[in-house]
């Protein structure tokens, strides 16, 4: 089957980039998102702070996603859902976990990103339950209604753990601390003040965890300065690295380390017609300017296929 | 009395440093716009914030709506309104912008999503 455009996921990123190509007379468009919903990452943030740019005013992630949605049934975008993309090729042939290939005339890459797993952290110790990442801990806690702990210690301090200390705090957990090994935070300022000081959860800094205590389930960890601390749960916040795996398989050129894709002015990749957007081009702080940058990669995409 | 607040208006963060006497702001400094103004003399005089959290919901196509409060409600109330949050239980289907509980401190606590039966 031929489609003018693919697009590879259905988070902010996705949507705005389909959205945008339709405005420049790109008709022929598919959305393929893993998950059963569109809206990606966005439906697990039910935090404020999205939008103020892009629409003046503070909405929470899902209210964010649901604009873009509305706007993606409205203009009767195709879209498939619970559909993974397997594999692309050099010559844009996307292969879907239905065994559907589709010839695509452009690629949008909208992957988004994930977070930097525990296993890249050295800390000595057993390996109990009890130690989640924030994001996993966030859609246990907002998509599937677990609680993952009552005593918890966040390492790291990327916004995502700021988020998640004071949304545990408001769901009755004890959040102890929220460790930074660096001498200034990765959070954004408002997100310390908002979710740390508002519930007087320390932030100590130049400090990390050097040992996980417990057999089964986390019973608490030793610092860097040598303080025994326990809890019963672990969340690491530890930064976040592009979705790029797919992106490899069609040579799309990656910086190493930071696993960015490396692509030209308009967002296009090293490779012919296809283009990248949002956090799996590089992480972005405000998901404003994950919009930003989708709208112009769709208008890139829609005047390469009209040339 | 001379105290350093945070905006949390926008994700520059100001530092603003403010000139307090007996709970009011005299003078300010630090906010790149009007909007810190405004945000620490609330701060200073009555707190408050929007709170955002999770309502059960049953026959949905997931377990949970996210919900937040319309408005700001006062920071000392937060934990008063999760209580109340947390003994709601909802039915599906649930709308976008749906009253979830009505007038609480002077607001209404609203579905900041859609919940299709399943
Ligand atoms: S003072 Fe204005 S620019 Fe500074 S953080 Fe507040 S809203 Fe943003």
Redesign the interface.
């Known amino acids: 089957m031929k489609k003018d455009l693919v697009v590879i996921g259905a988070g902010p990123a996705g949507l705005a980039a389909a959205i945008s190509a339709y405005e420049e007379g790109i008709r022929d468009i598919l959305i393929v998102e893993r998950d059963?919903?569109l809206g990606g990452i966005l439906?697990q943030c039910?935090?404020?702070?999205f939008g103020?740019f892009t629409f003046g005013e503070?909405l929470?992630g899902?209210?964010y996603a649901?604009r873009y949605i509305a706007k993606v049934k409205e203009l009767g975008i195709e879209y498939m859902l619970d559909t993974m993309v397997m594999d692309i090729t050099r010559d844009k042939v996307v292969t879907l976990s239905s065994g559907l290939k589709l010839e695509a005339g452009a690629i949008i890459l909208a992957m988004g990103c994930r977070e930097r797993p525990r296993g890249a952290l050295n800390i000595s110790g057993t390996r109990p339950s009890g130690i989640f990442t924030a994001g996993t801990a966030q859609r246990l806690?907002?998509?599937?209604?677990y609680m993952p702990g009552k005593e918890v210690v966040i390492l790291g301090s990327g916004d995502i753990g700021l988020i998640m200390a004071r949304r545990m705090t408001?769901?009755g957990a004890k959040v102890k601390m929220v460790v930074e090994i660096k001498e200034k935070s990765g959070g954004?300022?408002?997100n310390?003040?908002?979710c740390l000081?508002?519930f007087n959860i320390p932030l100590l800094l130049n400090t990390t965890v050097t040992k996980i205590h417990g057999k089964d389930r986390v019973t608490g960890v030793t610092l860097s300065t040598g303080e025994y601390v326990s809890c019963d749960t672990i969340l690491l916040s530890v930064g976040l690295i592009p979705e790029n795996e797919l992106s490899k398989k069609c040579g799309v050129r990656l910086e190493e380390g930071s696993n960015n894709i490396i692509c030209s002015e308009d967002l296009m990749t090293d490779v012919d017609g296809v283009f990248c957007s949002g956090n799996v081009h590089h992480v972005h702080?405000?998901v404003d300017n994950v919009t930003k940058e989708a709208i112009k990669a769709g208008k890139s995409a829609a005047i390469y296929l009209r040339r | 009395m001379e105290k350093t607040y945070t905006c949390i208006n926008c994700p520059l963060g100001c530092q603003v440093k403010a000139v307090i006497s007996e709970g009011k702001v005299i003078s300010l400094s630090g906010n790149t716009c009007e909007k810190g103004e405004k945000y620490v003399v609330k701060e200073v005089e009555r707190p408050s914030r929007l709170v955002t959290s999770t309502v059960k919901v049953i026959g949905g196509r997931g377990p949970l709506v996210s919900v937040r409060t319309r408005e700001e409600i006062p920071k000392e109330h937060i934990f008063d309104v999760m209580d109340e949050i947390n003994k709601v239980v909802l039915k599906a289907p649930v709308g976008l912008g749906d009253v979830i509980i009505k007038d609480i401190f002077g607001t209404d606590v609203i579905s900041t999503c859609e919940m299709e039966e399943k």
């Open positions: 059963n919903l439906n039910i935090h404020p702070g103020l503070e929470t899902p209210e649901a806690m907002n998509i599937e209604g408001l769901e954004l300022a408002r310390i003040a908002q000081d508002d702080d405000l």
